[in-house]
């Protein structure tokens, strides 16, 4: 099977901007999470998705927003960015959300905030 | 929320075995212990889980304690390959039985030839 994609693999924005990320689960997984990772604050978890429904969010502002559409395939938009959003998003899809799922990580896109 | 605490880096000789060690002392009875590794700028892959027993699979092996506030992570035969950072992570059921993964900062595996 094909791993979980991510696109585009590499962004560069300026502040004020705005982003959408993609990412492409695992044929037949159905839930997908985001995580923001960064030096110093390590890996940090964005939000959740089953069946096109955000199953769970992390701590993050409202900027950061997702769907999910019925091809399981996610988005992430990030708005009016800031110097502090540079970091590496990561994707990760699993079959479903239950606590024995182990979820598959994609490789990331690398938003870089100027 | 379960935590979990690693030491922040190791060294190891190559083709030796590399045991990584993760406290999580405040676990609960139905968390699982996972362990992934992320290779730098890519994308953390999954190495092993378990709930209580020992587990060992074609990457590593997984010894929890009778009390599951630790567990260790070995790779038996270290190769250059395996220099990353090791995370070792709890899965966290909330409410409504949703859950994520809290991460720390993992441990910094440096293999050496």
């Known amino acids: 099977k094909a791993g979980v994609t991510q696109t585009p693999r590499y962004l560069i924005k300026t502040r004020g901007q705005q982003v959408t990320l993609s990412c492409s689960p695992i044929?037949?997984?159905?839930?997908v999470s985001w995580y923001q990772q960064t030096p110093g604050q390590g890996l940090q978890f964005l939000f959740e998705?089953?069946?096109?429904?955000?199953?769970n969010k992390g701590n993050f502002p409202g900027r950061f927003s997702g769907r999910q559409f019925s091809n399981s395939r996610s988005e992430m938009n990030v708005s009016t960015l800031e110097l502090g959003d540079s970091a590496l998003y990561l994707c990760?899809?699993?079959?479903?959300?239950?606590?024995?799922?182990?979820?598959?990580f994609g490789p990331g896109t690398r938003l870089t905030v100027l | 929320d379960a935590k979990t605490t690693q030491p922040p880096s190791m060294d190891c000789a190559e083709g030796r075995a590399a045991n990584l060690p993760c406290n999580h002392s405040?676990?609960?009875?139905?968390?699982?212990v996972y362990w992934y590794r992320q290779i730098h700028s890519q994308g953390p892959q999954y190495i092993i889980h378990?709930?209580?027993?020992?587990e060992t699979n074609e990457m590593a092996s997984l010894i929890i304690t009778e009390d599951r506030k630790s567990s260790t992570l070995i790779l038996p035969h270290a190769t250059l390959r395996d220099t990353a950072v090791y995370y070792c992570?709890?899965?966290?059921?909330?409410?409504?039985?949703?859950?994520?993964?809290?991460w720390g900062l993992g441990t910094s595996l440096a293999v050496n030839p």
């Open positions: 405040t676990i609960s009875g139905n968390e699982y």
């Open positions: 998705y089953f069946s096109e429904t955000q199953r």
């Open positions: 990760a899809s699993s079959p479903m959300v239950s606590s024995t799922d182990t979820q598959y």
């Open positions: 378990g709930l209580k027993n020992n």
């Open positions: 044929s037949g997984h159905r839930s």
């Open positions: 992570i709890v899965r966290v059921a909330d409410a409504g039985n949703n859950r994520k993964l809290i």
